[in-house]
């Protein structure tokens, strides 16, 4: 397995491939988002890594970006290409799909995804 020198690196994508997400689609995402990265030689610049569930299945397929903290909901290929391309341009990408940035010191809802349950309470139950 490969170690990848990440300096320079700008954009980290965390790209679910969990159960619900490859019902919806996930593996075609994956493949747009990384052929769009190929396409525009920007393999140094954003990193992609293929995930296990990131807990918003209702949100499937997400993606989710760091070191900005956007998670992205709904995604199809056609979106995760307009992502890529949007992060390269270094402009704010998919607002439709953004289900919850990193503001204030923590991960906020914008009220675009489904509503969740307390992960914690939900465990006391």
Do not use: F
């Not at 019902?23 to 990193?47: C, K, M, N, Q, Y």
């Not at 909901?73 to 307009?82: E, V, W």
């Not at 010191?105 to 309470?121: D, E, F, P, R």
């Amino acid at each position: 397995m490969a170690t990848w020198n990440l300096s320079g690196t700008k954009h980290h994508l965390l790209l679910c491939n969990g159960g619900s997400c490859m019902l919806r689609g996930a593996e075609g995402v994956t493949a747009a988002i990384r052929d769009e990265i190929a396409l525009h030689h920007a393999d140094s610049l954003i990193h992609t890594t293929r995930t296990l569930c990131n807990g918003r299945c209702e949100d499937a397929c997400t993606v989710v970006q760091y070191p900005g903290g956007a998670w992205y909901r709904h995604m199809t290929p056609a979106d995760g290409r307009l992502l890529v391309r949007q992060l390269l341009q270094e402009q704010c990408p998919l607002p439709e799909q953004t289900a919850y940035v990193y503001q204030h010191q923590q991960l906020t809802a914008t009220g675009t995804a489904a509503a969740g349950v307390n992960k914690y309470q939900s465990r006391m139950d």
